[in-house]
């Protein structure tokens, strides 16, 4: 089973502060389990709302908002994608992460797959467009049919998979999955050493993610470009919304990321993506 862990932005996440170096340490370690233990997919910070934008569809028309946003409990800081065997383990995989912020954090736990049936993109194991490429997150938020796992039938769904299919071709998808409603998911709340789990469903829908694109493209400018060109939404004269927000490299982290945190994170990327491809061969 797959899980996407949804981490939540702060105060501090949205006005562009650096983690710790003894944070970045921590998290590595909590990585390099993860990977060892077969459990890592992906995983990604996201720059603050600041840097992203909004693609608003609706009757038609495409309006593009730009951040930042001012509703941080609706707004990611960055997320994990896990291969697990249940809902449990990834629970017990969470509870022993730390904190991922300076104060008390929420950490959402979805389970990855498209209620449709629609098959995701697993990691590519050599992207091939310019290695100048930027990273960047498309977060499609869910709305009361999403969540109750509607059909969006089978038309829509073929044309999704057929962009997919283009978009990995052309080196620009890198890893997409939908989510299942909320009512599959859980959150685990951090405080301090303590960790408390609220099972789903929930009721703030406008908050809740239903699927996610990881992509490649020279600008932003592009990125949105490739949003425009996707077929969605499912209805036409209905109003949704798709968020798009650069991803951290390690550059971006400056002299907070020591050289031995820096050759780190790239194994264990490599290695991920190595372990991910071998799995899906199989």
């Known amino acids: 089973m797959r899980f996407m862990i949804l981490i939540k932005a702060d105060a501090d996440t949205e006005a562009g502060v650096l983690p710790s170096e003894q944070l970045l340490t921590e998290m590595g370690a909590y990585n390099e389990a993860l990977v060892n233990a077969g459990v890592m997919v992906a995983g990604e910070g996201l720059h603050p709302s600041s840097r992203g934008v909004r693609v608003r569809f609706a009757g038609g028309q495409t309006t593009v908002i730009d951040g930042p946003f001012t509703e941080t409990k609706e707004l990611l800081a960055g997320f994990w994608l896990w291969n697990v065997e249940s809902k449990e383990e990834a629970i017990g995989w969470l509870k022993r992460c730390p904190n991922p912020t300076s104060a008390d954090a929420e950490v959402e736990l979805r389970e990855a797959g498209c209620a449709s049936g629609l098959e995701g993109v697993s990691p590519q194991a050599a992207p091939t467009s310019a290695a100048a490429a930027k990273r960047y997150m498309v977060l499609i938020k869910s709305d009361r049919d999403m969540e109750a796992g509607v059909n969006p039938g ?19 998808l890198l890893l997409a999955d939908g989510l299942k409603p909320s009512s599959n998911g859980a959150r685990v709340r951090f405080s301090g050493r303590t960790r408390s789990v609220m099972d789903g469903p929930f009721a703030e829908t406008k908050e809740l993610i239903a699927g996610f694109w990881l992509i490649q493209a020279a600008s932003m400018a592009d990125a949105i470009e490739w949003v425009k060109r996707y077929p969605y939404p499912r209805d036409r004269d209905a109003q949704y ?13 400056g002299d907070v990321i020591t050289p031995e945190l820096r050759e780190q994170e790239e194994r264990l990327r490599a290695r991920a993506t190595e372990l991910n491809l071998a799995a899906t061969r199989s």
Request: charged share 35%.
């Open 241 to 253: 919304e798709i968020e798009i927000r650069p991803v951290f490299a390690a550059e971006d982290f």
């Open 154 to 172: 089978n038309e829509r769904l073929a044309a999704m998979g057929r962009r997919n299919g283009e978009a990995v071709q052309e080196g620009t």
